[in-house]
């Protein structure tokens, strides 16, 4: 299973960007998934994941209330949409996939199987 994360970029304090996690090599509707960041000098920690069935959902609470998560199984892609963005929310994000069962996503990073290669969001003060 081959996961790639796109869609990080530059943008100032209160701005938007919508990252996408395009996943290929595996049947897409058997994973949940994840979304991970690790900034510089830090532990990657959780920030969001979904179920396979789509009503399940985590969010770290720095971050509830600013990120929703959802995903798309007709093109094997999970969006992660974050708004009203702070400067501490400066990180490489990583997505993560694991079997799961239809309701379940796991908040650890231990519990995912496959990991894509990160991407770079980066907020402006």
């Known amino acids: 299973v081959q996961l790639q994360a796109s869609g990080g970029g530059l943008v100032q304090a209160g701005g938007s960007l919508r990252l996408s996690c395009a996943v290929s090599?595996?049947?897409?509707?058997?994973?949940?998934i994840g979304w991970f960041r690790q900034a510089p000098g830090k532990e990657r920690e959780f920030v969001a994941s979904?179920?396979?069935?789509?009503?399940?959902?985590y969010f770290a609470d720095s971050v509830k209330g600013r990120f929703t998560i959802s995903r798309e199984d007709a093109k094997n892609t999970v969006y992660l949409q974050m708004n009203s963005l702070k400067p501490e929310d400066t990180a490489v994000y990583y997505c993560?996939?694991?079997?799961?069962?239809?309701?379940?996503?796991?908040?650890?990073?231990?519990?995912?199987?496959?990991w894509g290669q990160g991407t770079q969001v980066t907020v402006s003060s």
């Open positions: 993560a996939a694991k079997r799961a069962d239809w309701g379940a996503a796991a908040l650890s990073s231990d519990e995912y199987d496959y």
């Open positions: 090599g595996g049947t897409f509707n058997k994973y949940a």
């Open positions: 979904i179920a396979r069935s789509r009503i399940t959902t």
